[in-house]
């Protein structure tokens, strides 16, 4: 078996999460194929043994079982570049705060690589968001997890965002921006923008407003088998467009179109662990003190 382990950083937790998690692929045999900057952070600092390849790009992850993303939501996003049409499961092992989608804990390293090992678990397939443009635009990784977003640069005015729905018109939005989120997103960016929570296999996006300057405006939920296009007017000569924590600068001409990507995402899941049970934990329900 080979398993890819990705990370941006290195904390101190981090560090002995690693020794753990090599002295765990030692006991199964396991070859670890390490992100080459993450690697060249710990290289010092860890035993890693014989059996440690290294990888610097999506090319490079040929045969590789499954990928484990060390850190919190914003370096599983950043994971989910590389494996783009793999089919390699992502294992999110959570070093960052909330850990949405890296939702197994730090202290689980153990058992989950065991599970790993044993076959006993889950892979829940995530829908992506792809973006068409008539510019080139975010260097041929043109997808998302999370979300797609339009927004207004740094303190400019308030941009009019006309909005189709396979080619009919929808709505202007005038607003800071517009978010279009998965179902996996929903619990991101659209959430804090008051946007609806969807359930993982709910089949739809949810396209949200960021401040909008209209009170009847609200999110609206729509089919994930829709093309959604954007036409952005505004008082300068660009807009943002954003692909998760990706992020490039379009002309105020551009066009840009979402759809559904043509692939998924296979993210572990363990077999006590479900979405009902993240949203509790990490969203307090049920904790209410008059209970």
């Known amino acids: 078996m080979r398993i890819a382990v990705y990370s941006r950083d290195l904390e101190s937790d981090q560090l002995e999460g690693m020794k753990m998690l090599l002295n765990e692929f030692r006991t199964y045999n396991i070859e670890a194929v390490i992100y080459q900057d993450f690697f060249n952070l710990i290289y010092t600092a860890i035993p890693l043994g014989d059996k440690v390849r290294t990888f610097n790009k999506p090319e490079d992850l040929e045969n590789i079982d499954y990928m484990i993303s060390l850190g919190g939501d914003g370096t599983l996003l950043d994971t989910v570049t590389f494996i783009a049409n793999r089919e390699i499961p992502v294992i999110g092992v959570n070093y960052g705060r909330l850990g949405f989608l890296a939702n197994i804990g730090k202290e689980e ?33 043109a997808f998302g997890l999370n979300e797609f977003a339009i927004h207004k640069k740094d303190a400019s005015p308030m941009i009019k965002i006309h909005t189709y729905l396979n080619g009919e018109f929808l709505n202007t939005y005038w607003a800071d921006g517009l978010i279009v989120a998965t179902p996996t997103g929903s619990t991101g960016y659209s959430l804090s923008c008051n946007g609806p929570v969807l359930f993982p296999d709910s089949k739809s996006f949810v396209i949200t407003p960021v401040s909008p300057h209209n009170l009847n405006v609200r999110p609206i939920v729509v089919p994930d088998t829709s093309v959604i296009s954007f036409e952005v007017e505004g008082r300068t000569d660009g807009f943002l467009c954003t692909l998760d924590s990706r992020r490039e600068i379009a002309p105020i001409e551009t066009l840009v179109a979402v759809r559904k990507e043509t692939f998924t995402i296979g993210l572990v899941r363990l077999n006590e662990n479900n979405f009902l049970q993240t949203l509790r934990n990490k969203l307090s329900w049920g904790l209410d003190k008059r209970n």
């Open 109 to 141: 390293i153990a058992s989950t690589v065991r599970s790993l090992h044993q076959r006993t678990f889950l892979i829940d397939q995530r829908t992506l968001v792809h973006l068409d443009a008539n510019l080139p635009l975010f260097g041929g990784v």
